[in-house]
């Protein structure tokens, strides 16, 4: 599959990140798809284990899941970037919009509440073949 687009109406998937030793670390989130099909958007905050892999490794492994995180279908190849300013906003938007009551109210209520600075991935699909 070449896209995201297949997790548009998906509400949870695996997120799998590295370890410096390579062993994988899934993790169910919620993925917002852009306009581009191409890429998706994660939410997490800065201390999280996944933001500190994310930083050592931008290679993580998207795949569809139930909400506590079994894996429902094939994984998809991508690359984790960090963003800020407009691109942060927009990923806020977008999760914002696609879960509510999640990504609108008890998220960012969560963050705030433990005093966690948020941050926002976009991730892209690359082709994994190469």
Do not use: C
Not at 13 to 37: H, M
Not at 71 to 97: I, W
Request: net charge positive; glycine share 6%; hydrophobic share 30%.
């Amino acid at each position: 599959m070449d896209s995201f687009e297949r997790f548009r109406d998906q509400h949870t998937v695996v997120l799998t990140t590295f370890r410096r030793d390579g062993t994988a670390v899934p993790t169910p989130v919620s993925l917002a798809v852009g306009d581009d099909p191409t890429t998706g958007y994660i939410r997490t905050w800065s201390t999280s284990g996944k933001a500190k892999r994310m930083r050592n490794n931008d290679r993580v492994v998207v795949a569809p899941s139930t909400f506590r995180g079994k894996v429902t279908g094939p994984p998809t190849p991508a690359e984790a970037r960090l963003l800020s300013g407009a691109e942060d906003d927009h990923a806020r938007q977008l999760l914002r919009r696609k879960h509510p009551i999640l990504h609108g109210v008890l998220v960012p209520l969560g963050h705030r509440i433990q005093r966690n600075r948020t941050q926002h991935y976009e991730l892209r699909r690359i082709d994994d073949s190469a």
